[in-house]
């Protein structure tokens, strides 16, 4: 990572990211405790549905108001096939900066590569990396070896496509994961060469804590792909071991996201 | 990281009135920084200083946050139809961007609206004491400053509180340029200044003559040519009157591409002129002079309209005023206009009514201060000018850097005094640069800067600041 602060960004002042439709499901608790918005980015292929299905509830149950947004061209949101890493970081910028409070930026998959590039954009109060694909080549080689079928189209130039085995564990019952699986959309093609060639996140504004989390026996992010991201962000990994990459759909689901806001009740800034 | 209990306000019963100054007793804040003002740059400073771990206190003479964009406020120049004059991502900071589906220009009351989320979403308003004025800023030992306070409007006893820092985010844009003609006093007809202009009502069915050509003459004579009897405007010299669209795209976004791609300004001013020279023509014909300078020499006018006013013949273009009669109004060409109401949009003039002009090392010559990059205040470390910058952009994002810049100073003032040190010096012997082409000179634009000539400095500022 680069530790330089940019301050000139003429490229981007002069186009902006065009808006687009975006899709926002939320879960607000019933009674405002002061604690921080939670704003949930996907992965490529997934929505805003994922968190919708567990966490969102969860956390607002928890007193969280949490917001699950869907990146431009996946599930809900407006169509975007040119879409790029910084259309997404913008998308997450744009949600996050309409929250009433400063939020916690929480992101699943490549979703937590978007949630990096978008704290160099917005200071967010805290950020929690779920499973983090920040891309590279050791990602995609592991991504190769377990899914060739799905994983050398993109390579080519084609479509990215995660099967079962990589995402879901086999605990979770097979209507479910056909049910997930039917739903998984595929990323823009740009934004998927960016997960191999991009640039690094430049450092996030504001300095906010980040917590890294993910389980060894994710079949998408190795174990020290995982270590090496937390690295990152100065902090080790906290391990869910025998869950899959999918942590918020799993069948354990309840162990992360109570981990994340019982990291976010212990910080300082969260309470 | 900071928490709500960090830094409360200054309470009068709990801070110790330890020190005292002359007759006065002053408290004693500790590293609290204190902010001037919370319009757009006072915010930006507070939400800056926080997030560096700081504690502020800002003082607002008025009752709400935005500054003169809060059309409440009294000292607020805009009228009822102010719009942007730069687009939405040169305009909002940098890490706050305005909604992507608001128009590329977004009216003023958006721009409150957008102030007033940025004040709540980072919870900037607990630090703000509203209602209360500064009177005074006196330097006091150790690079500290005394702050003395009061109620706006004079009421209730002054106070004095001691700060490590000070922020002076007080605006440019509220204390009205007059001129002074020949003859005014006698004159029959109304008079008044741009910021007391609000809406187009005032205008409807009189004879009018607006008098200035920066953004705000342009519009209020655009106005004037949709309601008044007559409009005469008058500039005192040939400008280019820049549309708020090329190309397809807003134009200031068109001028930053080129930027990026560096394109040399003379070659940007060439393609200017004819874009121009294609669109819209040769202005010369309707009247006006023609401009004495290339474009992108002064602050830049962004009018679609006054040309369009022109050509229906609304707008009757006129040269500079000489004097006034009480019946007329001569012109430099000798001619006589009969206006009902003459509105002088002859710009602001900034004001520092509570510090000693001698601080910002205006010598009481110039009637300007002597700044490095047109906020550090030579000899004075702990003192900053923030927001003091005419850019051909929005001042947002120039002040959220300047801030930013003077944050991290404080903070190496503690842990690495020798960077800090290194930096005061360069303060002292760079004091007075420009942040822009050649322009032209005029009484208002010393301030003038060109966005990215400034921030380009302002990173460089800063990278030298944090280097090993």
Known sequence: MSQQVRIMRGREWARPVRPVRREVLEA???????????????????????????????AAERGFSGYALSLRGQAGSGPAPEATLRAYAHDVVQVAAGLSRRAVLVGHGAGALVVAHALARYPARAAVMV????????????????????????????????NRAQLFGRELPRDEVRRHLSRLGRPARRAQWQLLLGREPEPAVGDPPVLVLGSPEDRVVPHSVLIRAARRYGSAPLLFPGMSHDLMLDARWREPIDGILDWLEKEPSGG | MTTSTDHGRPDPELSTLDLARGARSVSYRGETVCVIGAGPTGLTAIKNLTEHGFGVDCYERETGVGGVWNWRHDRSPVYASTHLISSRPLTQFPDFPMPDDWPDYPHHSQLLTYLERYADHFDLRRHVWFGTEVVRVEPAEGDRWDVTTRS???????????????????????????????GLAEFRGE?????????????????????????????????????????????????????????????????????????????????????????????????????????????????????????????????????????????????????????????????????????????????????????????????????????????????????????RLLRLRETRPNKAAAFAATVTTRAGERYSGPVKESSRHWFEVGHADYLRALQRALHDLEAK
Request: hydrophobic residues 40%; charged residues 15%.
């Open chain 2, 152 to 182: 706006t409007g004079g009421y209730g006893p002054e106070r004095t509180s001691r700060y490590a820092a000070v922020v002076v985010a007080n605006g440019h844009n509220w204390s009205p340029k007059l001129p002074t003609h020949e």
């Open chain 1, 28 to 58: 607000i608790p019933g009674l405002d405790e002061g604690r921080p918005p939670l704003l949930f980015v996907p992965g490529f292929g997934h929505g805003a549905w994922a968190f919708a299905e567990h966490w969102l509830g969860h």
């Open chain 1, 131 to 162: 499973a983090p694909v920040f891309g590279g080549w050791a990602t995609a080689f592991t991504a190769l070896r377990r899914n060739p079928l799905g994983t050398l189209p993109a390579l080519v130039g084609g479509r990215l496509q995660c």
């Open chain 2, 191 to 407: 008079v008044m200044h741009a910021s007391a202009y609000q809406d187009p009502a005032q205008l409807r069915g009189r004879r009018v003559l607006v008098v200035g050509a920066g953004n705000t003459g342009c519009d209020i004579a655009t106005e004037a040519a949709q309601q008044a009897a007559h409009c005469w405007h008058s500039t005192r010299r040939g400008y280019w009157y820049a549309p708020k669209y090329l190309l397809g795209r807003p134009a200031d976004q068109l001028n930053d591409l080129m930027l990026a791609l560096r394109v040399p300004r003379r070659l940007r001013q060439w393609l200017f002129h004819r874009l121009l020279q294609a669109s819209v023509g040769d202005l010369t014909r309707f009247g006006l002079p023609r401009p004495d300078h290339r474009m992108l020499e002064t602050h830049p006018i962004v009018n679609s309209q006054l040309v369009y006013y022109l050509g229906h013949g609304r707008v009757t273009p006129v040269p500079e005023v000489v004097r006034f009669h009480p019946d007329s109004v001569e012109l430099a060409d000798g001619r006589q206009v009969d206006p009902e109401l003459v509105v002088f949009a002859t710009g602001y003039l900034p004001r520092f009514e509570f510090l000693d002009p001698k601080i910002l090392g205006d010598d009481g010559t110039t009637g300007r201060p002597v700044l490095w990059l047109n906020a550090f205040v030579p000899n004075h470390p702990t003192l900053a000018v923030a927001g003091l910058v005419q850019p051909d952009s929005g001042i947002f994002p120039l002040s959220h850097w300047q801030s930013v810049l003077f944050a």
